[in-house]
């Protein structure tokens, strides 16, 4: 009689840090936030010029608008209850 083993050989399982989701959701948070860091140094201005005025507004302050939003939605899922966990 033969037996089976009910585990993965260990050839075929993956690294246990890649399935960690703290990990990529942390290093995705940091991503959105270098971007905007990138953006702020490196990007133009929005400038507006009317008669006689001109406004000048840094696209990073844009771009971090829409990085808070992103971050609380990546940390929103990556830092959260997951199902089965203990």
């Known amino acids: 009689m033969t037996t089976i083993p009910h585990e993965p050989s260990s ?14 959701a942390m290093l995705s948070i940091v991503a959105i936030w ?7 140094v ?3 201005d929005f400038v507006s010029a ?3 005025a001109t406004t000048r507004i840094p696209s990073g302050i844009v771009v971090a608008l ?14 959260g209850n997951r199902a089965g966990d203990s």
């Open 42 to 44: 490196f990007g133009p």
């Open 11 to 24: 050839l075929a399982r993956r690294p246990a840090w890649l399935d960690v989701r703290d990990l990529w």
């Open 50 to 52: 009317s008669s006689g």
């Open 34 to 40: 270098l971007a905007v860091l990138f953006v702020g």
């Open 66 to 79: 829409f990085a808070l939003f992103a971050t609380r939605a990546v940390a929103k899922h990556g830092f």
